[in-house]
C-alpha cells in the first residue's frame, strides 16, 4: 500500500469499513460480547470511531446517529431484536480479556 496515493488509499479503507460494517449488520447472531472478547473491539467501538473521526473534523455526529449507522437502525431497536443475555462464562472472559477503552 505504500506505493498508492493518499486518496485511493483513503478510498479503499472507506470501502473496507463499509463491507465490514455491512457484514456486522448481516451477522446478528454474533453478539458484541463474543466480539468484545475475542477481538476487543464491538459494533459500539466502530460507532465511537465513526463519531470520534467526525468531531476530529468538525462534523456534528451523535452517538445515536453514529451506532444507527453501524447497526442499521437504532441501537435499542438492534438490542431488542438481536441482542440476548450474556452468560456466566462470557462475562467471565469480557472480565479477563476487557480492553481499557
Same mark, same amino acid.
Request: with cysteine.
Given at each position: ?10 478510498? /479503499?479503507?472507506? +470501502? &473496507?469499513?463499509? %463491507?465490514? *460494517?455491512?457484514?456486522?449488520? !448481516? ?22 470511531? /465513526?463519531?470520534? +473521526? &467526525?468531531?476530529? %473534523?468538525? *462534523?456534528?455526529?451523535?452517538? !445515536? ?26 462475562? &467471565? ?9
Amino acid at each position: 500500500m505504500k506505493d498508492i496515493d493518499d486518496r485511493t488509499r483513503t478510498e /479503499l479503507e472507506a +470501502a &473496507a469499513f463499509r %463491507r465490514l *460494517v455491512e457484514h456486522l449488520r !448481516e451477522r446478528t447472531d454474533v453478539q458484541n460480547i463474543d466480539l468484545m472478547n475475542l477481538a476487543g473491539f464491538c459494533r459500539n467501538c466502530l460507532s465511537n470511531w /465513526l463519531k470520534d +473521526a &467526525a468531531a476530529e %473534523r468538525g *462534523v456534528a455526529l451523535s452517538k !445515536e446517529d453514529s451506532r444507527t449507522h453501524v447497526y442499521g437502525m437504532p441501537y435499542d431497536e438492534w438490542k431488542q431484536r438481536h441482542q440476548g443475555e450474556a452468560s456466566a462464562s462470557q462475562l &467471565a472472559d469480557f472480565e479477563k480479556t476487557k480492553p481499557g477503552h
